[in-house]
């Protein structure tokens, strides 16, 4: 009698085909359900660099296309914190040790030939593409070959080399440098004069910056949607999960909008038309809501928000500061309704009829009007 062939052992993920007594025995077949979410990828520390980077961009560019009065501002600290206090010991080391090493006989011009390569490549930096004679001055000037010859057989002329760099920079500074520049050439002490020039220099970097950002505001705006849009592509492409807040904020107002529009009264159809004799017609209170609704609704939510309790959209991070003076501002004009709501329910036509009230009435209309021009044109609307 042959023996029975083995069957084969199901591997697992493999499915199972139903059997069929399966509908008689009581028991009920499982219904598969949607797939695991992958566990979020791991990212290196030089992909998680590269989008801070990436979002650091796109928050500059965005802050320059929307604020006019943007500018860039050197950063500054507490004059007690911690960091105040390590930068003024470490600055203060780093020139006395500058002023010590020119004050020795014979001099050591180590660290002042490292100054004077930092200056002349803060002065090219302020140069602009035309300016190639001036580049070419720079360079011959301060040529750091011959000054680092100059140092080693002691015949080094600081003073000469400050004059120099001095009117370069009364050149290149914008107007409201000059009485700052002139104020240096009164300096003659060395180290104080090369420390007071590297400051100066700082400010007028800075205000080559906000230069460029004033001269590219333009070109930004009429490019920045685009740009905004690649930008926010590639992020969610790398984080596909990091949109938990937006979704949850969307998905709340899609709700309201739909229990809205299921409040509403619904309108026979127009006798004669298709949908009133079509059987199947269904009513537009029905519909899914559209998404000028959804998002209107979104946005008109951002008025209520509770800072602090709730965590704001990763899509309006950049926006919440704006968003929140709306907030102030609408808040502002509700309470200047509801005080004129009252003082005219409360008071009647006597007091409203006076000419001081009058006067007060229309500061308060012209005190909400000034607040409601911030708001955003489909918030007007609604």
């Known amino acids: 009698m042959p023996k029975p062939r083995p069957q084969p052992q199901p591997r697992p993920g493999d499915e199972q085909p139903p059997r ?12 598969p359900g949607p797939p695991a979410a992958s566990p979020p990828q791991a990212l290196s520390m030089n992909e998680l660099q590269q989008i801070t980077d990436d979002i650091s961009k796109l928050t500059i560019v965005h802050e320059i296309a929307l604020n006019s009065d943007f500018k860039l501002q050197a950063a500054s600290f507490s004059p007690k914190s911690l960091e105040n206090r390590v930068k003024e010991t470490l600055h203060k080391a ?4 500058l002023e010590e090493q020119l004050s020795a006989s014979p001099p050591d011009y180590t660290r002042a030939i490292q100054l004077l390569q930092e200056i002349k490549e803060a002065l090219l930096s302020l140069l602009l593409p035309q300016h190639n004679q001036l580049r070419s001055q720079i360079d011959e000037a301060l040529d750091m070959e011959l000054i680092r010859q100059e140092a080693e057989h002691g015949a080094l002329d600081i003073h000469g080399l400050t004059v120099y760099v001095l009117g370069t ?3 290149l500074c914008a107007p409201i440098r000059d009485e700052e520049v002139r104020g240096l050439q009164s300096l003659t002490d060395p180290a104080q004069l090369l420390r007071e020039i590297f400051r100066v220099l700082g400010l007028m970097k800075m205000d080559m910056l906000n230069f460029t950002i004033q001269s590219l505001r333009t070109h930004l705006q009429d490019h920045t949607v685009q740009y905004e849009r690649k930008k926010f592509q590639e992020l969610l492409d790398k984080l596909p999960n990091s949109l938990d ?9 899609a709700a309201e909008v ?9 309108h026979p159809a127009v006798s004669g038309s298709p949908a009133a004799h079509s059987p199947g017609a269904v009513s537009s209170s029905t519909t899914v809501p559209s998404l000028t609704s959804v998002l209107n609704r979104g946005y008109m939510n951002l008025l209520c928000w509770e800072p602090g309790q709730k965590e704001y959209p990763e899509t309006l991070f950049m926006d919440q500061a704006r968003l929140q003076e709306v907030q102030a501002q609408v808040n502002q004009l509700t309470i200047i309704a509801a005080v004129l709501l009252v003082t005219s329910g409360m008071c009647g036509s006597t007091l409203c009829g006076s000419p001081g009230r009058r006067v007060s009435m229309q500061a308060l209309v012209g005190c909400g009007m000034r607040s409601s021009r911030n708001l955003p044109r489909e918030w007007k609307r609604i």
Do not use: I, N, Y
């Not at 807040?245 to 969307?250: A, N, Q, V």
């Not at 739909?258 to 619904?266: A, I, M, N, T």
């Open 20 to 31: 069929e007594d399966a509908g008689h025995s009581g028991e009920e077949l499982p219904v």
């Open 94 to 97: 780093f020139w006395d040790s």
């Open 169 to 171: 920079m009364a050149r």
């Open 258 to 266: 739909s229990v809205s529009s299921s409040q509403l009264p619904s």
């Open 245 to 253: 807040r937006t979704r949850e904020w969307l998905c709340k107002a």
